[in-house]
């Protein structure tokens, strides 16, 4: 599985695909099987559990719609947390955001089908009734998601100078 972002449209499969965020699949041999859009996530990032559960991170500005309805980014950028079936229809969305920017970096299963998803931030971030303010230009974040993406806790690290 691979998310990526091409600056140009390219051909998967035989298809032609145009440019923006995209999650890929491809076969245990490496044929491919499906290429599905996403809006136009920056750096997204993808988890896979072995029974084929499908997360996808990234970073938006303005609003977009990646399948459940449009999410407007709180400030300059939010981060957001996609999951998808295993044929790559999204299934629901959960946005970490608030004043300044957010920026997603990393987001990974855990055994109990959460996710736990990391980060930098300024100004403010919230995930559900969890919010945090920047100590500095930029802090980092993580914060846990239950399998709903319903935010269990969320942490954020940093001092004065920026943190990533």
């Known amino acids: ?17 145009p440019a923006g965020s995209h999650v890929l699949k491809h076969s ?3 044929a491919p099987i499906w290429a599905k859009p996403i809006g136009m996530l920056e750096s997204p990032s993808v988890a896979v ?6 997360a996808v991170g990234g970073t938006f500005s303005g609003t977009q719609d990646f399948g459940t309805g449009p999410l407007t980014a709180d ?8 999951l998808m ?10 946005q970490l955001g608030g004043a300044g ?3 997603l970096q990393a987001i990974a299963f855990e055994p109990t089908g959460g ?12 995930a559900g009734t969890f919010s945090a303010t920047s100590n500095g230009s930029q802090d980092m974040f993580m914060t846990k998601l239950d399998k709903n993406l319903n935010p ?6 940093g001092g004065t100078p920026p943190d990533r």
């Open 28 to 30: 245990s041999g490496g």
């Open 75 to 82: 400030g300059l950028s939010d981060a957001v947390v996609l």
């Open 1 to 17: 599985m691979i998310a990526c972002k091409p600056n140009l449209p390219f051909e998967f499969n035989g298809a032609y695909v």
């Open 49 to 54: 559990t072995p029974t084929g559960s499908i």
């Open 152 to 157: 269990v806790w969320r942490q954020s690290f």
């Open 101 to 103: 920017s957010g920026h």
């Open 115 to 126: 996710l736990l998803a990391t980060g930098e931030f300024s100004g403010s971030l919230t």
């Open 85 to 94: 079936d295993s044929a790559g229809a999204v299934q629901d969305a959960a």
